[in-house]
């Protein structure tokens, strides 16, 4: 393999590591699979509604988004719809090359296609939400606008993003509000467009997703198709292939399993899915499959690595409803890691705290001599030495320590009024923290 020269961008004197390379319980999880006890599984479908036919159109020219819906039902299906709100305000802008990245738009994206905006989003296709909200489909939101959250060196060097977080916020606020405004449908899940994660100033889809109160829907296995090939039938045979060899080796390969598809053109204006979705349908319930809404796979695994029927899968479901953060941001709860100080404070202080993380990151204050602004935990755990449920001698807060059992102890009757057994461990697990709070929850 050839040498490959790293571009790495200069690095500015003192700038921390970013944050996002560890691990941090959150009280947005990323959804990407969950650990389900039988075979059953979720089908997502991003950028529409789109009013366009099919392309080819072997469907008489109804919209695609019917088309799916319709190819769904046939097989007992529920999908989960991703969908923008209005692409229209994307301009000037003018068409990038076709089959590339920029195929619909060279400055920003234009759905279903480039100068039909009208033809696309849940504002132009009003009828088409409604179609899909009456066949038991889901809806989830993908940003008003489809602008990224953040600027990306890969791939869109001069793409348009949102400049800050209030712009992230404006616009995810404003399919909030059609959704809710047309359909009273309260939206709970989102994606972010581009799969782009990063907002200026040091904050992430997390930060908005918190604010709005959203999971990040994410997803385990691309159905692909969105990648041009040399023929429609080709680009059909790339969705259902790979998952037919799956199935083969091994016939649980989709449990839990989130599928990601397009509900619009690749960039060769073709729509595989079209076609390819009735394949992936019939191998899926050939297999025993069945395909729900992410929230019902939700309902029955919540969680990445822990079944929902265990004694700590229980525990943990039980705290995320009382409002407690209990999972880390990939939606695990590893219930054999040691719980720290800094996952206490935010598990049980991380929703309440959100607001006051973006306040903290502004104002570049550190909260405690060991914790910086930026720290995810920074706002949790200065709410939980404000509220005495934990200490910070000196002026530190310990984020790595194991809570020990005195500490446990005073956290516990500050915050639950009840206190535990002082027992005579040094160290507890995740999942024996849960079932300890369940368990002085129920005395
Ligand atoms: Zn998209």
Redesign the pocket.
């Known amino acids: 393999m050839p040498f490959m020269k790293k571009t790495a961008r200069p690095v500015k004197p003192g700038r921390r590591r970013k944050q996002q390379e560890a691990l941090w319980i959150s009280p947005v999880r990323r959804i990407e699979r969950v650990a389900a006890a039988g075979r059953i599984c979720a089908i997502t479908f ?2 529409g509604p789109c009013q366009l036919p099919a392309l080819p159109d072997r469907f008489r020219g109804k919209p695609l988004t019917l088309v799916l819906a319709e190819t769904l039902e046939r097989y007992g299906a529920k999908g989960t719809f ?1 969908v923008v709100g209005d692409t229209s305000e994307n301009y000037p802008d003018h068409p990038g090359r076709a089959g590339s990245f920029a195929w619909n738009g060279a400055g920003w ?1 234009h759905f279903p296609d480039f100068g039909r905006d009208s033809q696309g989003g849940a504002v132009h296709c009003p009828e088409l939400i409604s179609r899909l909200l009456a066949g038991g489909h889901e809806i989830a939101s ?1 940003g008003y606008a ?1 602008i990224p959250f953040g600027w990306t060196p890969v791939l869109y060097g001069v793409r348009h993003c949102q400049p800050d977080l209030e712009s992230v916020m404006t616009d995810l606020r404003r399919l909030h509000k059609v959704m809710e405004d047309g359909w009273r449908y309260p939206l709970r899940l989102s994606r972010p ?2 799969g782009v994660d990063s907002i200026k100033e040091g904050f992430s889809s997390y930060d908005a997703y918190a604010l709005m109160g959203y999971q990040y829907l994410a997803s385990g296995f691309d159905g692909a198709g969105r990648i041009p090939m040399g023929s429609y039938e080709a680009e059909v045979g790339a969705v259902w292939q790979p998952m037919e060899r799956l199935l083969l080796e091994d016939p649980d390969a989709f449990r839990g399993q989130i599928i990601l598809m397009k509900d619009g053109c690749n960039m060769a204006r073709r729509t595989p899915v079209a076609d390819g979705l009735e394949r992936q349908l019939r191998l899926l319930s050939d297999h025993g499959y069945r395909v729900v809404t992410v929230s019902e796979l939700l309902e029955q695994a919540p969680f990445r690595d822990v079944p929902a029927d265990s004694g700590h899968g229980r525990a943990a479901r039980r705290l995320l409803g009382l409002g407690w953060c209990a999972a880390f941001q990939d939606n695990t709860l590893r219930p054999e890691a040691v719980l720290r100080r800094g996952e206490l404070a935010m598990m049980a202080f991380g929703w309440e705290t959100v607001r006051r993380r973006v306040e903290l990151v502004r104002s570049g204050r550190a909260p405690f001599r060991d914790m910086g602004p930026r720290d995810p935990y920074a706002a949790a755990a200065a709410l939980a030495v404000e509220t005495g449920a934990m200490a910070a001698p000196g002026g530190r807060f310990r984020p790595d320590a194991p809570v020990t059992p005195v500490e446990l102890a005073q956290f516990c009757s500050t915050r639950l009024g009840r206190t535990p057994p002082l027992g005579g461990w040094e160290k507890i697990s995740h999942g024996e923290f849960f079932l300890l709070i369940v368990g002085l929850l129920d005395e």
């Open positions: 991003e950028d991703i994206d993908h489809h467009p581009r």
